[in-house]
């Protein structure tokens, strides 16, 4: 999702809010946003410092952690500035509240690469006003001037006296102090945590066991259900025989729903066996023919209609027109399944006084709860949902079916109730990524440059169906970014997006419009620098002279890759850029292509220009599993349908890269003082491209579709 395009964006300017807890706690809180202090009511508090009397230090997280290093990151950028020791400090997982923490979209979610990006600013300063409170009420007890004290390690000192006192001994009365007006932030050049390679606070739970995600929730009395859905995308339940599962040992009760039928058992054994002893007829509905060529034939036609336009720069379509040296290219990108680790899941308790509780990890907590609130007949403040840890989340937990199934179910049992999805569950019956078509003009000059370029984009709209009010002028500017912010300097330059939704449920998948339009765009430049007989780097970098971070990112990766050295036969390089979330990204990957045409990655470079880094170790982390997921795509992932069935089910049929098939990762951070840019999805959506040209360079075959396939690069 593009910051600058979602509604509310974070201004550098907000208020503060500083109050007593129980016990004397001080706790501090930041509203982003002008103006809202005047209103009476904070428009989104971000988070919240806890400094209890006993010198604990409690951080309620914003945004939730499902392996991309937020519950390291955000702490770090508190500490930075309160100057507590990172060890110190114990974190809460925010309640559901869009309210509270929903700034700045108004809406409580974690994705899009987005949590650094709108965090760096509103969390320092949450941080810097509890300090200067803490100066303050320090002073105040000294009777000395707040500048003549200082705060170190989670406590105030006054140098000329040597007085000292901690935190928790000033916490009281800090908590009785005004917020301060303005609040001092520290030079990049003084930071002692933020740009420094810190561990995880997450590691050590999730080393040891302790660490609890979703799926680990336990309820006295619980109950746990196994789900059987129509196998056809719309398809509806139509009748069950239920006498056989009622008789197995540890079966409790069946439950009927709308598209599926649950089996709620003593465990999830138990309630699989009760699963296969049903005998279910299904209504398969208007989609029982569905393939996916049906699929893909729909998104090509729909390249015909007319779109909104995302950029129009002089005119691109009258000189495509033009006589001359002409390319266009018809590019597809397939639906492809999250497969997140941690298997879908929710326990719901119905209970008898009005009231409910539900455990689940969601990367929508507040959404989360109040749909399963409308599902339950109940107001949202009679729901508690306890977030988790999330086992991967990929855009995947951004929906809400999981948890208003769970609640369904559970509105018919008068116990807790888990339901747990399994992997065949997810991949057959979760939203997919769904199938974009696109259609790429250009037309070259005689050195062999781009005067023009035209990209048309058709598919589904996320955007219009998760936050329609982020919709710019109808626009889905999830679906054009990386094709409206092009990098490359071409006069006539247009882009364009078709709105094409269908029956098949579509989803946000890690790197989004970016991952598709990298993929194709940076495909079609290798295209267009071989029609120019140039280097691909050479013809990229050609057209790079008014984007310095661009040209840097491709340079650094290009040199540290050994660009241009000799490679053995069938053996290739391929460069991509990605300019997207802020950020600046190269990669460089190396292919050798066997005479069967199996393709093998040997090793990926990357070059990273994202702006301020918080915590470099993150960012490594971050590219690398990025890598790994695009590369998974690129070599193995499609979905494709049959009679309106997912024909994929599990990883043998829908393989992730195994550690052996992983190929060497290096990556390049380039020191920078922008603002951060984002850095989870950017890994992902660089690879691609740079895969397909690299497998062209080894074998002269141009790939527009993937996975690669086998039978398409066999040696002649």
């Keep these: 999702m593009n910051q600058a395009d979602a509604p509310g964006a974070v201004s550098r300017r907000g208020f503060l809010k500083v109050a007593a807890a129980a016990g004397g706690a001080l706790m501090v809180g930041f509203w982003p946003g002008e103006g809202e202090a005047a209103a009476g009511a904070p428009a989104g508090l971000n988070a919240y410092i806890a400094i209890g009397a006993d010198d604990s230090i409690v951080l309620t997280m914003p945004k939730v952690e499902m392996g991309q290093g937020t519950y390291t990151s955000i702490p770090m950028l508190i500490a930075e500035e309160l100057e507590v020791d990172m060890d110190k400090i114990q974190l809460r997982h925010a309640p559901p509240d869009a309210k509270v923490y929903g700034a700045p979209f108004g809406d409580q979610f974690t994705g899009g690469s987005l949590t650094i990006r709108t965090l760096y600013e509103p969390m320092r300063q949450t941080g810097a006003a509890a300090r200067m409170v803490l100066l303050q009420a320090a002073a105040n007890q000294w009777s000395v001037a707040a500048d003549s004290c200082r705060a170190e390690h989670g406590a105030v000192l006054h140098a000329a006296s040597g007085r000292r006192l901690k935190y928790g001994q000033l916490a009281a009365a800090a908590a009785k102090l005004p917020a301060p007006h303005q609040v001092a932030l520290k030079d990049a050049r003084d930071f002692k945590l933020v740009g420094k390679p810190l561990k995880r606070l997450d590691a050590r739970g999730k080393t040891d066991g302790t660490a609890q995600f979703g799926i680990d929730a336990q309820v006295k009395g619980m109950k746990v259900a196994a789900v059987a859905a129509c196998p056809v995308i719309g398809g509806k339940l139509k009748s069950v025989d239920d006498a056989k599962a009622r008789k197995l040992r540890g079966v409790r009760q069946v439950v009927r729903l709308d598209n599926a039928v649950a089996v709620v058992a003593d465990n999830y054994w138990y309630a699989r066996q009760g699963m296969a002893a049903l005998e279910i007829v299904w209504d398969e509905g208007p989609n029982a023919r569905l393939s996916t060529d049906d699929v893909r034939d729909t998104m090509v036609l729909a390249l015909r209609k007319a779109g909104h336009v995302a950029r129009n720069d002089g005119d691109a379509m009258g000189v495509l027109m033009a006589a001359g040296q002409r390319i266009e290219a018809l590019y597809l990108n ?198 120019a007989r140039q280097d691909p780097l050479a013809y990229r970098l050609s057209l790079l002279e008014q984007q310095p971070r661009a040209a840097q990112v491709l340079q650094v990766a290009a040199r540290k890759a050994g660009w241009g050295e000799p490679l053995p036969p069938r053996h290739g390089r391929g460069i991509a850029l990605m300019r997207a979330w802020g950020t600046y990204l190269a990669q460089v990957v190396e292919v050798a292509v066997g005479d069967d045409g199996e393709v093998a990655v040997k090793r990926v470079v990357c070059a990273v220009d994202c702006g301020q880094v918080v915590n470099p170790d993150t960012v490594v982390a971050q590219i690398q599993s990025g890598i790994n997921y695009g590369l998974t795509a690129g070599l193995f992932g499609a979905i494709t349908l049959k009679d309106g069935r997912v024909e994929q089910s599990n990883f043998h049929d829908y393989p992730i890269l195994r550690i052996n098939q992983t190929p060497r990762i290096e990556v390049e951070l380039i020191a920078s003082g922008e603002a951060p840019g984002g850095i989870g999805e950017p890994g992902t959506a660089g690879v691609g491209a740079a895969l397909t040209n690299a497998v062209y360079a080894a074998t002269g075959v141009r790939v527009r579709e993937l996975p690669l396939r086998a039978e398409l690069l066999k040696k002649a």
């Design 334 to 531: 397939p639906m492809l399944a999250h497969a997140t680790m941690e298997p879908m899941n929710c326990t719901v308790h119905v209970k008898g006084d009005g009231t409910a509780e539900i455990w689940t990890g969601s990367q929508v907590p507040a959404r989360a709860r109040d749909e399963a609130a409308r599902v339950l007949g109940l107001a949202p403040d009679k729901v508690t949902l306890h977030n988790h840890l999330l086992g991967g989340g990929f855009g995947r937990r951004l929906y809400t079916d999981y948890v208003v199934q769970a609640a369904a179910i559970a509105k018919q049992v008068k116990a807790p109730v888990k339901l747990v999805w399994s992997r065949e569950d997810d991949i057959q019956h979760g939203p997919l990524r769904g199938l974009y078509a696109h259609s790429v003009w250009a037309l070259l000059g005689a050195d062999g440059k781009p005067v023009a370029l035209s990209h048309k984009i058709a598919g589904p709209s996320n955007l219009a169906a998760f936050a329609p009010g982020w919709l710019k002028d109808g626009l889905d500017t999830d679906n054009v970014e990386g094709s409206d912010n092009f990098s490359y300097d071409i006069p006539h330059l247009r882009s364009e997006y078709v709105q094409e939704d269908g029956p098949v449920p579509t989803a946000f998948w890690r790197g989004v419009g970016p991952t598709r339009n990298m993929t194709v765009l940076e495909g079609f430049m290798d295209e267009l620098a071989v029609l």
